[in-house]
């Protein structure tokens, strides 16, 4: 049975992913209007499917242990971007804020004695580890990509076989 502190971070956490996929979703929807980028939209459409698989397995752990999920309002996300590089920027720094989120949750399991959702929280600390390694990478090919079309052409094209972390449970 989880406790109440428990379960209220926890649905904090249902709301993070949430929104994760939402914003993941705008890019996705800005960057289908720009031309040529077809498989970074994929990635980014791909990204955020990902996300709300983490909710739903979050939504699943807090009613099967006693608790009830609750399904939260969303904020709109950022709709459009001054270049895909700034996309990208935003895309990492929003890892970084959810590892942080996932690291509080796994103090509080502890603080809790609640080891079940420790154990359970594994599966997302390993999978932000993956998934801040990924953005990183992305981030600094764009850096060196800089301004040239050509760059970005392989870049789109090597996105095609990057697949987001997490996609196997
Ligand atoms: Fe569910 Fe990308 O964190």
């Not at 590892?99 to 599966?123: C, G, M, P, R």
């Amino acid at each position: 049975m989880l406790s109440k502190r428990m379960q209220e971070v926890l649905n904090e956490q249902v709301k993070i992913e949430a929104q994760s996929s939402q914003v993941y979703l705008a890019m996705a929807s800005w960057a289908e209007i720009q031309p040529g980028i077809d498989n970074i939209t994929a990635f980014f459409y791909r990204h955020s499917d990902e996300e709300r698989m983490h909710m739903m397995k979050l939504i699943h752990f807090i009613n099967d242990r006693g608790g009830f999920a609750v399904i939260p309002a969303l904020v709109q996300p950022t709709l459009t971007f001054p270049s895909i590089k700034h996309a990208f920027n935003e895309l990492l720094n929003h890892e970084i804020h959810v590892s942080e989120s996932i690291n509080k949750l796994v103090d509080i399991a502890l603080q809790e004695k609640d080891y079940a959702t420790h154990n359970f929280l594994q599966w997302y600390v390993a999978e932000q580890v993956e998934e801040e390694a990924l953005a990183r990478t992305l981030n600094d090919k764009l850096e060196m990509i800089g301004d040239e079309k050509s760059g970005l052409y392989l870049f789109d094209r090597d996105i095609l076989n990057v697949s987001v972390p997490g996609g196997e449970e």
